[in-house]
Every structure is written in structure tokens, then in C-alpha cells.
């Protein structure tokens, strides 16, 4: 499986990681960006792992659990 990100996904992915790196411990956006690659990684892996969108059955959105942000796919 190839993954394409789209520029809404890399415009998040910079405002996410801009948004926690004011934080006072710079470790925390480190972690969040390490979370959402991980996740990347895993529907790479098993990619009917999210779960269905209703009315959208070509998308599958997987949560990041302990962030407020889903991964989605199409």
C-alpha cells in the first residue's frame, strides 16, 4: 500500500506540531507527531483497521486516541 498525504494533511500536520511545541515541555509535540506517524504506520499495515464512515463507505477514519485528531483514508 502507498500512502499519499494531501496538503490538508501536511497544512494539519505543521499547525499540530507548531500548536504543541508551545507547550512548555517540548517533548509533548514530539510525542503527538510520533503518535500520528505511528498510526500512519499501522493503517499502512492493516488498513481496514478504522472504522467506516457513514454515507462514505471508501472512508475509514482511525482515532488518535489521547489527542483530538483521527486519521483518515480513502
Same mark, same amino acid.
Given at each position: 500500500?502507498?500512502? @499519499?498525504?494531501?496538503?490538508?494533511?501536511?497544512?494539519?500536520?505543521?499547525?499540530?506540531?507548531?500548536?504543541?511545541?508551545?507547550?512548555?515541555?517540548?517533548?509533548?509535540? @514530539?510525542?503527538?507527531?510520533?503518535?500520528?506517524? @505511528?498510526?500512519?504506520?499501522?493503517?499502512?499495515?492493516?488498513? @481496514?483497521?478504522?472504522?467506516?464512515?457513514?454515507?462514505?463507505?471508501?472512508?475509514? #477514519?482511525?482515532?488518535?486516541?489521547?489527542?483530538?485528531? #483521527?486519521?483518515?483514508?480513502?
Amino acid at each position: 500500500m502507498k500512502v @499519499e498525504y494531501s496538503a490538508k494533511f501536511l497544512a494539519d500536520l505543521s499547525s499540530i506540531a507548531a500548536y504543541y511545541a508551545g507547550f512548555s515541555d517540548p517533548t509533548v509535540s @514530539e510525542r503527538v507527531m510520533a503518535r500520528i506517524h @505511528e498510526v500512519v504506520a499501522r493503517v499502512l499495515i492493516a488498513p @481496514e483497521s478504522g472504522r467506516r464512515v457513514a454515507n462514505r463507505p471508501d472512508v475509514r #477514519v482511525v482515532p488518535l486516541l489521547s489527542y483530538p485528531y #483521527v486519521i483518515s483514508t480513502a
